[in-house]
């Protein structure tokens, strides 16, 4: 995709940049990871995402 949406973690703003225009802060995609049924990794993932809840 060319275009993704990003969130602004700090002040909770949507926007296509890499940087808030609010307040200059970095932004995170808030997409999902794609998923595949053969990840070798998914033990790891779901741990993490239930560990930090």
Do not use: G, W
């Amino acid at each position: 995709m060319r275009f993704q949406l990003r969130k602004c973690v700090k002040c909770k703003k949507y926007t296509l940049k890499t940087k808030c225009v609010e307040c200059k802060d970095d932004t995170v995609s808030v997409h999902p990871a794609k998923f595949s049924p053969d990840d070798k990794y998914i033990r790891y993932r779901l741990a993490e995402r239930y560990n930090n809840s």
